[in-house]
């Protein structure tokens, strides 16, 4: 107030009337001086206060539209997440009632979690609701398809998502707004809705929340036509109130927020200062009129107004600090930037998402150069990727669950982010952004996918089946992996009960199907139920279940959960083991199984019979138990060797009773491999044959016997014969003048008789000798041809015949000259009986069977019948008219006793076309 009080002066040098002129002068001035300071003080108090009220007003929209855009947004999310759960089968009519309850039961989870939600629906593409949870329901049946938002979903393709007018709903009883999200199949046809009644009661309470004074107005509107969703206070008649206001759009919903303050409430301040400074002018004028040199007085009042002006500072101070008391509290990370990208303030839960310090002074500089925010991919995002900076350029706000920012410790974290621009006048200065760590709904959701993924990995990898059951013990859900078992989809035994699925010719045992009902009605876990079922073929299947009992939340019985497994080929495989148990045991051979150190596990009851040991006292001992020592110990070592191989070995041993009795065994032994193919246990099948070589002795004495008379009796018989036919040609020679064309023609047949007579002796004494000085041993199968076709070069030669033999014929064990007779006659055989109409060609070839050898004899002659290939190997058997070839039917004989001398069997078959093949098998060396 220097100045002021320096403005006035007492000329008292001056005239009285001048300085009375001067003094109104100076008094003017002062007067005027106060007049304007307080006209200043007037109008810089009211814009402080329209300012004040401006930056309350937008704060307060942009703070509630955050909040209502965030809570649709994730109202929007878990719709669409819902959406992708529910199926077009799903919506098909026939759901399964656990597949509804586990639809429900999601749902039900999703609205706990979002209290401004009373309701969510599922409804076909019908209209008909399917699935819900909340107030109303799927059991309350309605339809929406005449709702105006539902028809937008289902008739425009290209809009997944709608947000209804303001309706009242039932369920919330109050007013409430829809929000529905299309859901299509994979080609994008409509099949149903899944939408959320959104009771505006809980925004209501945001609303009210807000300090916007007694005659404050909050107003949230549909920007398309205006209408009002909320507002405070609520509708009256117009009261006439003047206002500021400022307006809010949301980015990605169709409405707006004005928030007004009345000039009433943000005035009353500079109202009391006005009035205040009013008082202080008047009492100015009337003490400057009177006292105008009352300094002290007018200081006071100055003062008086300095104090006024740092309350109203202290106002605007306590504006900023709720400001600022509602970004510290709230739980999700917040912060601004300008249009550079730089902070212009962060809250304390940005700061902890991020690992700052809060005496970290972040004011200034570059928000992307803290955070690092990074994509979906977690690779550091650039200038065009960043949704931030995006928002910054273009002013298009931004919404994403699957970002990544980086603490300051260099760890990644998922965050959901929403960049809102900061437009004025049609100029992007900045940028809001609010984000939360997303880290543990992440985990929950990769753990969720792992959980599904093993149960599906389980469930379809498996040949066994799992299955659910109401609590009425119906089937209500089962696996695919009882289709093949069935032979028809799982999925038509839903509904039905187990008792159902019986086979008729495999009635479940009463008491067996009591006991298991008793397990059911007092809710116990059942293991190993077998009964056998029908399958789609009429087959029957015996098949295992186990299972146990299911609850929910409140103890409630919900049926049963286990599985099952087809034990058919477990049942047939016991039932085999039994038959061949039995049989075994029962075996009129002895039967024996031994480690591979010949130590007894096993021996049937015909093995007591022949050697006189009980089971009691062979099992444990080794099976040199029986040995005589008079078998050699060449067969021995040949044994060993050959089992140990792992080859079947077949001999004959000499052993001792328990009594001390010898006798004969023909012994095959036979190794069991384990399944490294290692041997771990020999199976000895022994028959007594002591009777059998007795006869065979016998046996072959008088084979020898016979054999000894043949020749005799064959040179005996040929002697005469040479004699007849001798003499015959003397008198036909002698008498040939004399003989006339018959009689001489009858010399012919009984010397052509007489010889051929020989030749059946010769070819029986053949026959008679063939295999009974055989010596086995390796033989060379090319060899042996080589000589059977050197033997047949004449006749060969004569047909014009082609041989062709198949090239690295193998070594047979055999004997080398009964085996050269073999091809001699096979081949010689294709050239006697070949077809006069093509030239002969004879194919010689061999492959393996198992551990023999089948050597095939081809030709393109003339054939044998099928009703002849039996009896053509029977001696004196000819196929042909003995007019047209000379023969006594013995060749094919001599060749099957050849064969079967050496272990094998022969037999014929058509060729390719024409002509014979014959087949027979030899074993290899």
Not at 77 to 92: C, F, M, N
Not at 113 to 139: E, I, L
Not at 499 to 523: C, F, N, T
Request: glycine residues 8%; charged residues 25%; proline residues 3%.
């Amino acid at each position: 107030m220097n100045t002021l009080t320096t403005s006035f002066v007492n000329f008292t040098g001056l005239p009285q009337w001048r300085r009375g002129d001067l003094n109104n002068l100076a008094l003017f001035a002062t007067l005027g001086a106060v007049l304007a300071l307080i006209g200043y003080l007037f109008w810089s108090g009211y814009e402080t206060n329209l300012r004040a009220a401006l930056i309350t007003t937008d704060n307060l929209a942009m703070i509630l539209a955050d909040d209502i855009e965030s809570s649709f947004d994730r109202a929007q999310s878990d719709l669409r997440g819902l959406a992708l759960q529910v199926t077009g089968e799903d919506l098909s009519g026939h759901v399964p009632e656990a597949r509804r309850r586990d639809i429900e039961a999601r749902i039900a989870a999703h609205l706990l979690a979002f209290p401004a939600m009373v309701n969510y629906h599922v409804f076909d593409a019908n209209g008909q609701v399917v699935f819900g949870a909340g107030k109303a329901n799927r059991t309350q049946a309605f339809n929406v398809s005449d709702r105006a938002w539902f028809q937008q979903l289902r008739d425009d393709p290209r809009r997944d998502f709608v947000m209804s007018d303001l309706l009242v709903a039932k369920s919330a009883q109050s007013q409430a707004i829809i929000l529905g999200i299309a859901i299509r199949d994979g080609d994008g046809r409509f099949v149903g809705v899944v939408n959320a009644v959104v009771n505006l009661t809980y925004f209501q309470t945001l609303v009210d929340r807000l300090d916007i004074g007694t005659k404050g107005m909050v107003a949230v509107r549909r920007k398309d036509d205006g209408r009002l969703i909320l507002r405070r206070p609520p509708m009256g008649a117009e009261d006439n109130v003047k206002r500021v206001s400022s307006r809010r759009m949301l980015t990605s919903y169709p409405l707006t927020v004005t928030v007004a303050l009345a000039a009433d409430d943000f005035l009353a301040p500079w109202r009391a200062q006005t009035a205040l400074l009013g008082v202080t002018a008047l009492v100015l004028l009337v003490s400057l009129i009177r006292l105008y040199r009352r300094e002290q007085s007018a200081r006071a009042r100055v003062g008086k107004i300095a104090e006024d002006l740092k309350q109203s500072e202290a106002h605007l101070s306590d504006e900023a600090a709720r400001l600022d008391l509602i970004l510290s509290s709230a739980g999700e990370g917040i912060y601004g930037i300008d249009a550079n990208g730089h902070f212009l303030f962060i809250n304390p839960s940005a700061r902890r998402f991020l690992g700052i310090a809060d005496d970290v002074d972040l004011i200034g500089q570059s928000a992307h150069a803290w955070n690092r925010h990074s994509g979906a991919d977690a690779r550091p995002c650039s200038n065009d990727t960043c949704h931030v900076i995006r928002t910054i350029r273009d002013g298009i706000s931004r919404h994403s669950d699957n970002q990544f920012f980086r603490r300051q410790d260099g760890t990644l974290f998922p965050v959901e982010l929403s960049a809102n621009a900061m437009v004025r006048d049609g100029a992007c200065s900045g940028a809001v952004v609010t984000f939360r760590d997303i880290s543990d709904r992440k985990e929950v959701e990769a753990r969720l996918r792992d959980s599904e993924e093993r149960f599906r990995s389980l469930v379809e990898g498996t040949t066994d089946w799992v299955w659910e059951t109401d609590k009425d013990h119906r089937f209500s859900w089962i696996s695919q992996s009882l289709d093949p078992v069935l032979g028809i989809p799982s999925t038509t035994l839903l509904g039905r009960l187990r008792r159902d699925l019986v086979s008729p010719e495999h009635e479940i045992e009463a008491s067996q199907w009591q006991a298991h009902l008793a397990d059911l009605d007092a809710r116990r876990a059942f293991r190993d139920y077998r009964y056998w079922i029908q399958a789609s073929d009429g087959q029957a299947r015996w098949i295992s279940v186990s299972g146990a009992p299911r609850f929910d939340e409140r103890g409630g019985f919900l049926g049963y959960r286990g599985c099952g497994t087809d034990i058919t080929a477990q049942a047939d495989t016991a039932q085999r083991l039994r038959m061949l148990s039995t049989a075994v045991e029962r075996s009129p051979v002895s039967v024996v199984i031994t480690d591979v150190n010949g130590t007894i596990e096993y021996v049937n009851s015909h093995f007591t019979a022949v050697t006189g040991y009980e089971a009691v006292e062979a099992i444990g001992g080794n099976s040199r138990m029986v040995s005589s020592g008079l078998t050699s110990i060449e067969t021995y070592r040949d044994m060993w060797a050959t089992i140990t191989a792992g080859q079947r070995w077949v001999g004959e041993l000499r052993n001792r009773r328990k009594s001390g009795e010898l006798y004969w065994e023909m012994v095959v032994i036979a190794p069991v491999l384990d399944d490294g193919g290692k041997v771990s246990h020999y199976v000895s099948i022994k028959e007594d044959v002591t009777e059998r070589r007795d006869l065979q002795d016998k046996l072959k004495q008088t084979n020898s016997d016979l054999e000894q008379f043949a020749y005799v009796a064959s040179h005996d018989l040929r002697q005469p014969l040479r004699m007849i036919s001798s003499y015959l040609s003397i008198a036909q020679d002698r008498l040939g003048p004399q003989l006339d064309d018959d009689t001489r023609k009858y010399f012919g047949y009984a010397v052509g008789g007489a010889k051929r007579m020989d030749r059946l002796i010769l070819d029986l004494l053949d026959y008679s000798r063939t295999g009974k000085r055989a010596e086995s041993g390796p033989v060379m199968l090319a060899e042996v041809v080589a000589d059977a076709l050197a033997n047949l070069t004449v006749a060969i030669s004569e047909a014009e015949a082609e041989v062709v033999v198949a090239e690295d014929l193998p070594t047979v064990k055999g004997d080398e000259m009964d085996l050269i007779r073999l091809f001699q006659n096979l081949i010689g055989n294709a050239v006697k009986y070949r077809a006069p109409e093509r030239r002969p060609r004879i194919e010689i070839g061999c492959r393996r069977s198992g551990p023999d050898l089948l050597v095939t004899v081809s030709d393109n002659g003339m054939g044998i019948a099928p009703s002849d290939r039996e009896r053509a190997f029977g001696i004196f058997q000819r196929l042909v008219p003995k007019d047209q070839y000379e023969g006594n039917g013995i060749g094919l004989a001599v060749c099957k006793k050849i064969v079967e001398q050496h272990g094998g069997r022969i037999w014929i078959e058509p060729s390719q076309g024409e002509g014979t093949t014959f087949i027979f098998s030899l074993p290899a060396a």
